[in-house]
């Protein structure tokens, strides 16, 4: 099996919302931020293929759905659809892909199922033959989203999803669509229900997979998040994420699975690790995928 990053449309947004209640002084460290207290964040996806014999895509980004006024409000920087580019330099058409897995729904991971806007059309999905692996709790929360984060969703998209009868809800550690190829866990404390999936790697006698990849979507947006304490000002429940995300690098460093991120403007793959104090940290880093093999065997 080969992955490829492939690069959505990127972001300009602010540093402290990114970053919730660490101060400037240090998150400037990590982000520099522009004149305006901006960072750059990339919206990056995973493709993997052949996966259980099919053509995968992790996310789709941001994409180029927003109307002009919108695309500035949020920090969109590029107006054409960068996904399908990005998968066209890969060798790829949007009818080559199989399956979509979607962590969650918010517009910054999702909105790359959508074409670009065109005034007076209506939003249409770019994935004509893709079945959609959404998880099922936090499919509910988009049909029905509380006041905080109603901004965050597409309210068309749950509709078409579902008119393309390959709409496929999670509710396990497995999807019938993928099969033991891939791994699903599952944290509250950024949205209910985002489903962070995990490629699965080799097995070992005791039936533990090792060496895989996993997609960390907004549990830790990027090698910064990697460092327990810090969260973003968007995520539900700062506290209970801390929490998840300490089970999560403890098992990902354990079975020597590599963390894929997808808003780290320089870094796509790393390996975690721990420094001599007990932080957790990243290692053998990764700016992009190009046909990279993993095995599973």
């Known amino acids: 099996m ?3 990053s ?6 300009k947004l602010d540093g ?3 970053f919730g209640n660490a ?5 400037s460290r990590w982000a520099p931020p522009d004149e305006q207290g901006r960072i750059d964040l990339a919206c990056r996806a995973l493709l993997a293929a052949p996966l259980a014999g099919k053509t995968v895509l992790f996310e789709a980004g941001i994409g ?5 006024k919108l695309r500035d409000r949020f920090g969109v920087v590029e107006d054409r659809h960068v996904l399908l580019d990005s998968l066209a330099q890969a060798g790829f058409a949007p009818e080559d892909i199989d399956v979509v897995v979607l962590s969650h729904l918010h517009f910054d991971h999702a909105g790359g199922l959508l074409a670009r806007w065109v005034e007076g059309l209506a939003p249409t999905l770019v994935f004509p033959n893709a079945r959609y692996v959404v998880s099922r709790r936090h499919y509910e929360r988009a049909l029905d989203p509380h006041e905080r984060d109603r901004a965050s969703f597409i309210p068309a998209l749950p509709g078409l999803l579902e008119a393309t009868g390959r709409l496929e809800l999670v509710d396990g550690a497995h999807c019938a669509t993928l099969g033991d190829s891939v791994r699903f866990h599952f944290s509250d404390g950024h949205t209910p229900g985002l489903m962070l999936a995990e490629i699965s790697g080799p097995v070992d006698a005791s039936g533990r997979a090792h060496g895989g990849v996993v997609f960390c979507a907004d549990l830790i947006p990027g090698r910064p998040w990697v460092h327990v304490p810090i969260t973003m000002g968007y995520d539900r429940n700062a506290e209970l994420l801390i929490d998840e995300k300490k089970a999560f690098l403890d098992d990902m460093l354990t079975r020597d699975v ?3 991120f997808t808003h780290d403007p320089g870094c796509a793959l790393a390996r975690v690790a721990k420094s001599p104090e ?7 880093e990764v700016p992009s995928l190009q046909a990279r093999m993993l095995s599973t065997a």
Do not use: C, V
């Open 2 to 4: 080969k992955l490829w």
């Open 64 to 68: 180029a759905f927003f109307e002009p």
């Open 278 to 284: 007990g932080r957790f940290i990243t290692m053998n």
């Open 23 to 27: 101060p400037r002084a240090l998150w």
């Open 258 to 260: 590599h963390l894929y």
């Open 16 to 18: 402290g919302a990114m």
């Open 6 to 11: 492939i690069l959505g449309n990127s972001q």
